[in-house]
T-cell receptor, first 116, second 111 residues
Framework: EPEVTQTPSHQVTQMGQEVILRCVPI?????FYWYRQILGQKVEFLVS????????KSEIFDDQFSVERPDGSNFTLKIRSTKLEDSAMYFC??????????????FGPGTRLTVT | DAKTTQPTSMDCAEGRAANLPCNHS???????VYWYRQIHSQGPQYIIH???NNETNEMASLIITEDRKSSTLILPHATLRDTAVYYC????????????FGGGTRLMVKP
């Protein structure tokens, strides 16, 4: 069964450093998403992406965040200058179509980001 | 998106049906009911969704009341691996739309 994959599974970085989290969505999916979950808290939406541009973003997704689909398979989330509060589990998701009622999003296993 | 209310936690005996309720009294006509679950710290997993009619797939059944103000997710024969947090999400299904996760129901399946 096709699945969303994410690398690395765990990333440790120092405050102020740049990190890139990578995702490979399901191959025929067209819509891509990033969410995060701080330990013990709810899953929070960050950004959605379609046709090489951002569709929607949350207040969390400020100027230090960016997303890119550098080739036909990868979808990346870049955090320019990490802060301690960016420590969280980051989930990538993808969705096949934009048709109403067919909107299930499939999530990857997540990347645990630890900022020290 | 309409607000949902779910019990914080529930227990279920292994092999029995788990019935997880969700109230969404302010749901509007074009909003779908989606159910996801999250096992430990894994990525959320899609379970099922519906608009008006009851739905069934290999994982679960979704019963939506006639007035659409509440729904129940049914896991017909719960196993220990079904222990997870279950999220009921009500949303207009536009492609770019986010999923808004609340606190969900923590289901504990016990032997």
């Amino acid at each position: 069964e096709p699945e969303v994959t994410q690398t690395p599974s765990h990333q440790v970085t120092q405050m102020g450093q740049e990190v890139i989290l990578r995702c490979v969505p399901i191959s025929n999916h067209l819509y891509f998403y990033w969410y995060r979950q701080i330990l013990g808290q709810k899953v929070e939406f960050l950004v959605s992406f379609y046709n090489n541009e951002i569709s929607e973003k949350s207040e969390i997704f400020d100027d230090q965040f960016s997303v890119e689909r550098p080739d036909g398979s990868n979808f990346t989330l870049k955090i320019r200058s990490t802060k301690l509060e960016d420590s969280a589990m980051y989930f990538c998701a993808s969705r096949e179509t934009g048709l109403a009622g067919e909107g299930e999003q499939y999530f990857g296993p997540g990347t645990r980001l630890t900022v020290t | 998106d309409a607000k949902t209310t779910q019990p914080t936690s529930m227990d279920c005996a292994e092999g029995r049906a788990a019935n997880l309720p969700c109230n969404h009294s302010t749901i509007s006509g074009n909003e779908y009911v989606y159910w996801y679950r999250q096992i430990h710290s894994q990525g959320p997993q899609y379970i099922i969704h519906g608009l008006k009619n009851n739905e069934t797939n290999e994982m679960a059944s979704l019963i939506i009341t006639e007035d659409r103000k509440s729904s129940t997710l049914i896991l017909p024969h719960a196993t220990l691996r079904d222990t997870a947090v279950y999220y009921c999400i009500v949303r207009v299904d536009k492609a770019g739309n986010m999923l808004t996760f609340g606190g969900g129901t923590r289901l504990m399946v016990k032997p």
